[in-house]
């Protein structure tokens, strides 16, 4: 491939999802992405899951008024999961029964593959216009099934949805679909976290509202939420799938990029277009640098650093042309110190992996800064002062 190829070339992205991951990494390392994994939740099998055959069972024998699908995969699953305990021709007639709204397009395929036929769905996909069609028609009273996106957490919007239903006068049914929790080996998601934190990745994507949910409470549990929240505000890119995915971070204060369609080949190109917009390239004595997450690219050139040279070109990149002390320098490297003759073996070991020694230069009994004329710099970087 030639480079214009690969717009990915040299970029770090995280991938939070469970399912269908193989193929969204496929789809970033065709374009030039490093890929890290690290899958956000554990989806419990369907037929395993006791609380949703209760439910089912609850619904085939008293039908609600009215039953919102909010996923497509979600729903199938649960005609799926219905028909191995025996259900499927009970639920099927109390569904028939009742008003079936979907959210999307997925959704009403699931439905109408069911041999159901939805009442209405909006065009824009969005929980949140199916909330107001049904507020607006008025629901106190109405016995509502709200097919979940999965657990119940502080940052899922599925719940708020049910709440704001009960809050007024619904009785609401909620039918917990593809359930999840976190995985049972957190190891990788910790990883991604610190990754986060310390910006030595591009972006983190997220392909579901749980998956979001998941690594809040696992930042938050670890004590690394704020930092991750600072991070995403910042240099590294967070990128959902669409709105109902988002709905979590923003609600948090964290902008966050999506495709104009909800799609994983959508966000993929997204991606491709979003991250080499949003890099910084600095002219640094006669050479264009781009510092990455775990690199920096020289001339179109992805140069692979180790940690520590990572550590001091992010901190001379942060503020282009200004000098950085050697005690600044000396606090970033890993591991830390009280021995700045480690930041000078450090800058020399930079110039030689970056192949550029007079990028960086020297300033006497001051300290180290990128060689650049602040009038050629272009820096369109997330990174905050």
Not at 65 to 86: C, K, L, P
Not at 117 to 145: F, K, N, T
Not at 228 to 233: E, F, I, K, Q, T
Request: charged letters at 25%.
């Amino acid at each position: 491939m030639t480079e214009p190829d690969r717009p990915l070339a040299g970029f770090t992205i995280g991938v939070t999802a469970a399912r269908r991951a193989e193929e969204f990494a496929t789809l970033l390392e065709r374009r030039g992405a490093q890929v890290v994994h690290a899958p956000a939740i554990r989806i419990i099998p369907l037929a395993d899951d006791a609380e949703l055959e209760r439910v089912t069972r609850d619904i085939a024998l008293d039908p609600p008024d009215i039953t919102v699908a909010t996923t497509g995969i979600g729903f199938r699953g649960w005609m799926e999961a219905a028909e191995g305990w025996g259900l499927a021709d009970d639920l099927t007639r109390s569904l028939g029964s009742a008003r079936l709204l979907a959210r999307g397009p997925k959704a009403k395929g699931a439905i109408r593959a069911a041999e159901l036929r939805e009442e209405w769905s909006p065009a824009s996909e969005s929980s949140a216009e199916v909330l107001d069609h049904l507020l607006a028609e008025g629901v106190a009273g109405r016995r509502i099934a709200v097919q979940l996106h999965g657990a119940t957490t502080e940052w899922e919007p599925i719940p708020d949805f049910c709440e704001v239903l009960r809050c007024a006068g619904a009785e609401v049914i909620a039918v917990p679909v593809y359930r999840w929790t976190p995985p049972d080996d957190q190891s990788s998601m910790d990883r991604m976290i610190e990754l986060g934190v310390s910006s030595a990745i591009d972006s983190i994507t997220f392909t579901s509202a749980p998956a979001v949910a998941s690594m809040l409470m696992r930042a938050k549990e670890t004590g690394q939420l704020e930092p991750l929240l600072h991070a995403m505000r910042g240099r590294v890119l967070p990128a959902c799938v669409g709105p109902i995915t988002a709905a979590p971070l923003e609600e948090l204060g964290v902008a966050t990029t999506m495709p104009a369609r909800a799609r994983l080949g959508a966000l993929a190109r997204h991606m491709a277009e979003e991250l080499p917009r949003r890099a910084s390239r600095i002219q640094a004595n006669g050479h264009l640098l781009s510092v990455r997450g775990n690199c920096v690219v020289v001339d179109g050139e992805v140069k692979q650093l180790p940690p520590a040279s990572m550590a001091l070109i992010r901190a001379l990149a942060r503020q282009p042309g200004r000098v950085v002390s050697r005690e600044n320098l000396l606090a970033v490297l890993p591991g830390g110190g009280d021995d700045c003759h480690a930041v000078e073996t450090g800058i020399a070991r930079l110039r030689s992996a970056l192949g550029t020694p007079k990028a960086i230069q020297t300033v006497v009994k001051r300290g180290y800064r990128l060689a650049l004329d602040p009038a050629e710099c272009v820096d369109n970087s997330r990174e905050r002062p």
